[in-house]
């Protein structure tokens, strides 16, 4: 049974941090391809990070470059999203996904599990 649960989510003020993880179970890291997703009001989901399980390659939209980094611990089945520096227009509801991929570009086409979400509301 594939299970991914996100936590972290919160308010948090702009120019702060929030670290999210994505807690997986039923299968293992190494062989996957975990994806972080956000969706805001009145905005198409987002797809803002991604990372191999396998070889830790990673992908990272450019609206996030350099403020957020994705991380994996396999001994833990955990995915990590360090937000840093955050912008009122990261608020949005960020979910987590997952596919039995050793190939990063699977998180552009095939993402077939998904939690639930965590909500990351920015705001002085």
């Known amino acids: 049974q594939v299970q991914l649960v996100e936590s972290g989510g919160g308010l948090v003020q702009p120019g702060g941090s929030l670290r999210l993880s994505c807690a997986a179970s039923g299968f293992t890291l190494d062989d996957s391809v975990i994806g972080w997703f956000r969706q805001a009001p009145g905005k198409e989901r987002e797809r803002i990070s991604c990372i191999s399980g396998s070889d830790g390659s990673t992908y990272v939209a450019d609206s996030v470059k350099g403020r957020f980094t994705i991380s994996r611990d396999n001994a833990k089945n955990t995915v990590y999203l360090q937000m840093s520096r955050l912008k009122v227009e990261d608020t949005a509801v960020y979910s987590c996904?997952?596919?039995?991929?050793?190939?990063?570009?699977?998180?552009?086409?095939?993402?077939?599990?998904w939690g639930k979400g965590t909500l990351v509301t920015v705001t002085s």
């Open positions: 996904a997952a596919a039995s991929s050793s190939t990063l570009l699977t998180c552009f086409y095939d993402m077939g599990h």
